[in-house]
């Protein structure tokens, strides 16, 4: 079994910054892509960013130049720097792990930003 738990939401004003971070622990053979997504209310969850074991992201269009994904494979962590944050960003945000043969979700954090 995985565990997934992610850290580092919060609320801030249009413009200002903050930074996700998430673990996995547990029986961990092996982690593909680690990645983050969102569900704003009354909306689909949707991709953020992702980054693949040997360095690879690729990142929703709305967030590219203003969210950077990051990966310590060693730690088994994944962040997610989140600079210029728009009201339009507010919503829970999810860490998804998958190790091959199954995708682990976290909890959620909620991220608010206010205009």
């Known amino acids: 079994q995985v565990q997934v738990v992610e850290s580092g939401g919060g609320s801030v004003q249009a413009g200002g910054s903050l930074r996700l971070s998430c673990a996995a622990s547990g029986s961990i053979p092996s982690i593909n892509t680690m990645g983050w997504y969102r569900q704003a209310p009354g909306k689909q969850r949707e991709l953020v960013a992702r980054?693949?074991?040997?360095?690879?992201?690729n990142y929703a269009d709305s967030v590219k130049g203003r969210f950077t994904i990051s990966r310590d494979n060693a730690k088994n962590t994944v962040h997610l720097q989140m600079n210029s944050l728009k009201p339009e960003d507010t919503a829970v945000y999810y860490c998804?792990?998958?190790?091959?043969?199954?995708?682990?979700w976290g909890q959620g954090t909620q991220v608010t930003v206010s205009s």
């Open positions: 980054i693949t074991s040997g360095g690879s992201t």
């Open positions: 998804n792990v998958d190790v091959f043969i199954q995708n682990y």
